[in-house]
């Protein structure tokens, strides 16, 4: 798998890193820029389509792959390594999966690029994501969340709010330099030391492409950014990411872990993204303001009240994320015991956050 894997690695990196850097020059010549504004931390204009150049990154590799399956599904040439050989009967199983995964994160990358060019309401960019996470339930039998239930409505809501809650969740973290691509990359490297531990490949290998190809992305997103990913970028990635802990099996009979452990773990790799998402919109929903609107009450923006540079605040959230997510890795040895300390971990981490949003917030008000 070392070969196989090593090629999606730098594929995908070179794709996000070329394909960033061309989409950026395209960007600054059709003025296709995210304009400042005071809810904004940038100060200039900056070029957007960079979520275009993840959205091909990541999809490329799975793609060729099962075109060369489906091509040579009778056998790959004898010069071909093993390894190829190995994985052509698990290309040939999963394509029609792969494609429907990959089709419905086109069609949200294309909604987020229209949403960056033109503009559309909240409302009807919700309306069509709810219409791609249901259509997507019905079409691939293999993306569907069960949570232990064996009723189709409690797995059509479970699977469509997963998927569109998600997508807004990265959506919503897309506020600040690298800070999205950032997180997501480190989320990416705990479900796949996840994934080859406990031998599910095909996951492996989405998770590696995603991986290499917002690292590509960040080489000119970290802080100071280059150019922005826009909603194209970071509804494309929270709907990936969905859709791979879907496709993740969390749950092995062999293992230790309590099934509603391993119901949470993807939640518990995920939470910072969801737990920074459900505090902003319960200030807005306190303060009696559209759950829609843009605002500075994210954690990264009481960081840098806090006194925090934007890297500063950036790589803050890069270890909580890290440090919450960490004993998932290690998820399958865990019994109850070992998943209480984790998830006691995590509150505690989140313990931490919640007396820096405090102090942030009384010296603001100060």
């Known amino acids: 798998m070392h070969i196989v894997g090593l090629s999606i690695l730098l594929f995908s990196f070179a794709l996000g890193a070329i394909l960033t850097g061309v989409a950026r020059r395209v ?6 820029v995210d304009v400042p504004n005071h809810r904004k931390v940038h100060k200039a204009p900056m070029p957007l389509g960079g979520g275009i150049a993840i959205c091909a990154a990541v999809t490329l590799p799975p793609l060729l792959g099962c075109l060369a399956a489906l091509i040579f599904r009778d056998g790959f040439p004898e010069w071909a390594p093993q390894i190829v050989h190995d994985t052509l009967p698990l290309l040939l199983k999963k394509w029609p999966t792969v494609l429907a995964m990959l089709a419905g994160g086109a069609i949200v990358c294309l909604l ?41 409505v409690v797995s059509a809501v479970a ?17 600040m330099d690298g800070l999205c691509a950032g997180t997501t990359a480190v989320a990416c490297v705990i479900f796949l030391v996840a994934a080859l531990a406990t031998g599910q490949l095909f996951v492996a290998a989405l998770v590696l492409a995603m991986l290499s190809a917002v690292l590509g992305f960040l080489l000119f997103n970290f802080p100071p950014a280059k150019i922005f990913m826009g909603d194209a970028g970071s509804t494309f990635i929270g709907y990936m990411m969905a859709v791979t802990t879907i496709a993740f099996t969390f749950y092995q009979q062999q ?30 929903m306190r303060d009696r ?64 956050i919640f007396l820096l949003e405090a102090t942030a917030k009384r010296r603001r008000n100060s």
């Open 289 to 352: 303001r559209p759950l829609m609107s843009s605002d500075r009450n994210h954690f990264s923006h009481r960081l840098i009240e806090l006194g925090m540079t934007k890297r500063q605040a950036v790589l803050t959230i890069y270890l909580a994320t890290f440090v919450i997510g960490a004993g998932a890795m290690f998820w399958y040895q865990l019994n109850v015991w070992g998943g209480l300390i984790v998830f006691g971990q995590a509150m505690a981490v989140f313990g931490i």
């Open 255 to 284: 293992a230790e872990a309590h099934w509603l452990l391993s119901l949470l773990l993807p939640v518990l790799i995920l939470s910072v993204p969801i737990f920074d998402t459900a505090a902003v919109l319960y200030i807005r």
């Open 159 to 175: 699977t469509t709010v997963w998927i569109v809650a998600l997508i807004n969740a990265f959506n919503f973290m897309d506020h």
């Open 27 to 32: 960007a600054l010549r059709l003025n296709f």
């Open 112 to 152: 987020g690029a229209i949403d960056d060019a033109r503009g559309l309401t909240a409302w009807s960019r919700l309306a069509i994501e709810f219409l791609v996470a249901v259509v997507l339930f019905i079409l691939v039998p293999e993306l569907r969340i069960t949570v232990f239930i064996e009723s189709t």
